[in-house]
């Protein structure tokens, strides 16, 4: 079982930045992809962002394109995700996860093991 615990959320204001980090336990974090969620009250779980192992790939969901920006440090089981121009809409409990295959994928149940979420309001 991998524990995961994110870091970063608070309450900012539209147009602000933010980052969140995610560091997990796993002695293999190196070889597992991993990707951020979020989740409004009453909605369902959606895909924010995904990385590959080794940081080559990322995949982005079109909401955060060009806004957010997922990256990595295998050297302290990492994943970061820097959050830009943020919006009201962007206003979500977020998520790191890990992969269960190697692929970024965009859906919940390719991810197995979950941190207990970092809340992000953007409010004026």
């Known amino acids: 079982q991998v524990q995961l615990v994110e870091t970063g959320g608070g309450m900012v204001e539209p147009g602000d930045s933010l980052s969140l980090s995610c560091t997990a336990s796993?002695?293999?974090?190196?070889?597992?992809?991993m990707g951020w969620f979020r989740q409004a009250p009453g909605r369902e779980r959606e895909f924010v962002a995904a990385?590959?192992?080794?940081?080559?790939?990322?995949r982005y969901a079109d909401a955060v394109k060009g806004r957010f920006t997922i990256s990595r440090d295998n050297s302290r089981n990492t994943v970061h995700m820097r959050m830009q121009s943020l919006k009201p809409e962007d206003t979500r409990v977020y998520y790191c996860?890990?992969?269960?295959?190697?692929?970024?994928?965009?859906?919940?149940?390719?991810?197995?093991?979950w941190g207990p979420g970092t809340q992000v309001t953007v409010s004026s």
């Open positions: 996860a890990t992969g269960r295959t190697t692929l970024t994928l965009n859906t919940p149940v390719a991810y197995d093991n």
């Open positions: 796993a002695l293999t974090f190196s070889r597992l992809t």
């Open positions: 990385i590959s192992w080794g940081g080559s790939t990322t």
